[in-house]
């Protein structure tokens, strides 16, 4: 009951948040394709979730209460504001160097730039932030912390390709059971012997 209802205030309060955090997006007739914003939409819903999930799961780590848990998330909106901009920002360029790769223009060379720019700032915010966290903890606390923070990173990643495996699964689904190598093919790639006459 307790982690239900922080989660709804979490969300709540993420709202605003990520209203305030989504950059002007790309100038006209840049990356304007309506699956292009469809994708930059799902990977704003996606950092609001991973904010959700990480405030729920450092409440947990540090037994704090659900007035607590909700501080600490209030505390930890100004980075996710700004990693959330920075985020959205490298998307952007990354669709950008897609494009150019398949020869449709662009500044490759800006744009490359411009990702690696921002990956330099993300690695600097999230020092600030474990900064932040860290503060006011036990020493054990802060080893608590700090592993999670360490692996965090690399279980959102498995978590989003654990849900790009099941849209590809409910795709294959849709299409009858056959996956793109066609009816001979299971679901990841593997043959499957056909039913006999």
């Known amino acids: 009951m307790r ?11 993420v709202a605003p948040l990520a209203a305030r955090a989504q950059p002007p997006g790309p100038p006209p007739g ?8 469809r994708a930059r939409q799902m990977r704003m819903r996606m950092l609001r979730r991973v904010h959700t999930m990480a405030v729920l799961e450092l409440g947990d780590l540090l037994d704090l209460s659900t007035d607590d848990t909700i501080r600490l998330s209030h505390k930890l909106q100004p980075f996710d504001q700004k990693r959330m901009k920075l985020q959205l920002a490298t998307f952007d360029a990354m669709q950008g160097l897609r494009r150019a790769a398949a020869g449709r223009g662009g500044d490759a060379a800006a744009l490359a730039r411009e990702i690696a720019d921002n990956r330099v ?5 999230n020092r600030q932030e474990l ?12 080893a608590k912390v700090a592993l999670f923070v360490a692996r965090f990173p690399e279980r959102v990643a498995f978590i989003a390709r654990e849900a790009q ?6 795709r294959w689904g849709r299409m009858g059971g056959h996956g793109p190598g ?8 593997m043959m499957r ?5």
């Open 193 to 197: 012997p056909e039913p006999e006459p």
């Open 165 to 170: 495996m099941h849209r590809m699964m409910e």
């Open 121 to 125: 700032k993300l690695a600097q915010l």
């Open 131 to 142: 900064d932040t966290l860290l503060q006011g903890l036990s020493a054990q606390q802060q």
């Open 30 to 37: 840049r990356f304007q394709a309506p699956n292009r914003q």
């Open 182 to 189: 066609g009816p001979g093919m299971m679901r990841g790639g």
């Open 3 to 13: 982690r239900m209802l922080v989660t709804l205030v979490l969300c709540l309060s």
